[in-house]
């Protein structure tokens, strides 16, 4: 960095003009926000969310695809020609029963709001503006899907934020893999001839105990949990069928690899002991943990502390996101930004409020410009050295 030469315009007066471009639409983003959080969809059924997103950047000189990348509640919108390309990613799903309990819908704004900042300067600044709609982050990797599907080829850079109880510019988060079990044996009455059968539900018991017994071995930041679906329907009949969902989280994706192979071996185990037969599925991608890109974040946090937002904590891993399988792919940051001063969490009632309140605002705004100006930084701004290392005063803007 920088990635093209500087344009006419000096560095402060493009990073005020966006900024007052994004502030300009603050009805319109705050508005967006409002209306996908009181119109809550789940993963993969995020119609009303992507087109009112699309809509909005339509009108302001986006070319627009949607459906994208064989999904359809994603969208490609594409603005400006310069030879480095940006990404604004925007997330849109909500929590089965809990609404907007995650701030999807900060998200979202906050990702349109810096693409409509840009809009008016992108060719001047060397910049393609790309704003990706992904659906489907709580549930289905849905940037995983668009990864395979080509959405981010050619992107130099991708970005978004995201709500919290706390301010983490290098937000780290743990790899996630689910498998889905299911144990098939071979019904027998109980009393009357039990030898014949074959216990599907013994079959799943070996197996979580051998599980439980393995917590002791396993690494501090390797998680194991799951429920059972399916272990029999009366209990004068032993059970031929068995079922249950499983996630696993590791620190690394390497560690995700190896925790999934001891984790299907005591799945085999309970097969093993019972004579039974069982079947180990992913009912979908694996999410790969986040990994923050030093030049971009450098430039990120330089840009958080000129817009005033609070000085951001130093955090280990929490939480998964597939924004983790874009930063293995492109240079990626997905900054955190406090909207209940720790009083409440995502994934909780209090958070769906929260994420409408005055704090939730700013930080759309907030989000939406630093963003945007970090998109200016990286094409006209400070050098960012190997570790990420920038002058924040040449970020003042």
Avoid at 86 to 112: M, S
Avoid at 145 to 174: K, N, T, Y
Avoid at 256 to 284: H, M, Q, Y
Avoid at 344 to 357: I, K, S, V
Wanted: with cysteine; aromatic share 4%.
């Amino acid at each position: 960095m920088p990635l093209t030469e500087p344009p006419t315009t000096p560095l402060a007066e493009a990073k005020q003009a966006v900024r007052e471009r994004v502030h300009a639409h603050r009805a319109d983003l705050l508005a967006l926000s409002r209306r996908i959080h009181t119109h809550p969809e789940t993963a993969f059924e995020e119609h009303l969310a992507a087109a009112w997103c699309a809509e909005l950047l339509g009108a302001h000189g986006y070319a627009v695809t949607a459906p994208a990348h064989g999904l359809a509640t994603a969208f490609d919108a594409r603005l400006g020609s310069g030879p480095v390309t940006v990404a604004l990613v925007c997330e849109y799903d909500a929590l089965p029963g809990l609404g907007h309990a995650c701030g999807h819908n900060l998200i979202a704004a906050a990702g349109i709001g810096a693409a409509l900042g840009l809009a008016p300067y992108a060719d001047e600044l060397g910049l393609t503006v790309r704003v990706i709609g992904a659906p489907a982050e709580e549930r289905g990797a849905g940037k995983a899907l668009l990864l395979e599907a080509g959405a981010f080829d050619g992107v130099d850079a991708a970005m978004m934020v995201h709500p919290c109880p706390v301010e983490v510019a290098d937000f780290r988060s743990f790899a996630l893999g689910t498998l889905s079990v299911r144990y098939t044996g071979r019904a027998a009455h109980p009393s009357l001839d039990p030898h014949r059968g074959r216990n599907a539900a013994d079959a799943l018991t070996v197996a979580q105990v051998a599980i439980g017994l393995l917590r002791q071995q396993l690494p501090p930041q390797w998680r194991v949990h799951g429920i059972t679906t399916a272990a029999g329907t009366a209990p004068n009949l032993i059970p031929d069928r068995a079922s249950a969902e499983y996630e696993i989280r590791a620190s690394a994706a390497e560690d995700l690899a190896e925790l999934r192979s001891r984790i299907e071996d005591c799945f085999r185990a309970g097969a093993l002991a019972t004579g039974c037969e069982v079947e180990l599925t992913r009912p979908e991608p694996d999410y790969l943990d986040m990994r923050s890109d030093p030049g971009l974040l450098a430039l990120w946090r330089a840009n958080a502390t000129a817009l005033g937002r609070p000085e951001p904590v130093e955090s280990g891993p929490f939480a998964c996101t597939d924004m983790g399988n874009v930063s293995h792919v492109v240079p990626s940051i997905h900054p955190v930004l406090d909207i209940t001063g720790g009083a409440c969490a995502p994934h909780e009632a209090a958070f769906a409020e929260a994420a409408l309140g005055p704090q939730a605002e700013r930080a759309v705004l907030d989000g939406a410009v630093a963003m945007a100006w970090t998109a200016v930084d990286l094409v006209t701004g400070p050098a960012v050295d190997r570790a990420g290392t920038v002058d924040p005063a040449a970020a003042d803007a």
